[in-house]
């Protein structure tokens, strides 16, 4: 039964993430809160994210920027080291509000920052021509968030992208780099769980088959196009997302 709640959240969640290249596992997390037990969600996440997300990071493999990607890699990766030794020093009970916090963080960002303009001090802007951005400070302090919270849950998606999402010249490039940023990043989560001894192979084989209808999910987000405005699809996510979080906060 958990491993068929998993394949249909999961499923949901990379439909989404095939479309507009991040959010899968915080959609993910905000169904299966209600029905599994924290570490084991992320655990799932951790599976199925990195093979969904190679899955679509090779789809658009012609679209990867390389030179944006690198300039993640030293505050993501110090924040995932942090991240994922969280994860393995803290129980769940410990771990769940703050994944709350956080879940209500993003919900509210969904629906109400991406409306906000960043003040003019934290952010740059290059040329006339140029879509405003964060400032070097700003950007570095998002992606080590992003990192945090990708090391410790895998939803740090949502936070690297508002700091780089200006940069990139079309929506293929985001989706394609983002997807690259799971891969790389997940690998480094599962050498450092694999120290930790925070790897459960039982609980993987169990699940090993969910990853064929996820597939199909992500495959089916590539020909379909949502029927629904953007914005009512945001507050339909952010919705749900709240609902996960008042949950694990409780």
């Not at 029905?35 to 658009?60: E, H, N, P, R």
Request: net charge positive; glycine share 8%.
């Amino acid at each position: 039964m958990i491993s068929l709640l998993i394949a249909v959240s999961f499923s949901i969640g990379f439909f989404v993430e095939s479309i507009i290249g991040f959010g899968g596992g915080l959609i993910a997390y905000s169904i299966l809160s209600f029905f599994v037990d924290l570490k084991q969600m992320v655990l799932a996440g951790l599976y199925i994210g990195t093979c969904a997300s190679a899955y679509i990071a090779y789809s658009g493999l012609k679209y990867f920027d390389r030179k944006i990607f690198k300039s993640l890699i030293p505050a993501a990766a110090v924040g995932t080291i942090f991240g994922v030794s969280a994860f393995g020093l803290f129980s769940s009970e410990i771990l769940s509000p703050i994944l709350g916090f956080l879940l209500i963080f993003l919900a509210l960002r969904t629906v109400i920052f991406d409306r906000l303009q960043t003040p003019r001090f934290f952010r740059k802007k290059t040329s006339p021509n140029d879509l405003p951005r964060p400032s070097k400070y700003l950007r570095n302090l998002l992606i080590f968030i992003g990192g945090l919270s990708q090391g410790a849950f895998g939803i740090g998606g949502p936070f690297v992208v508002n700091a780089i999402k200006n940069e990139f010249p079309n929506k293929s490039a985001l989706r394609a780099t983002m997807a690259a940023f799971f891969v790389i990043f997940n690998f480094l989560r599962v050498f450092q769980m694999s120290i930790q001894g925070n790897i459960s192979s039982d609980f993987l084989r169990e699940i090993f088959w969910v990853i064929i209808p996820v597939f199909a999910a992500i495959k089916l987000g590539h020909l379909v196009h949502l029927k629904i405005s953007e914005d009512l699809f945001k507050k339909g996510i952010a919705v749900m997302t709240i609902g996960a979080a008042i949950k694990f906060i409780l």
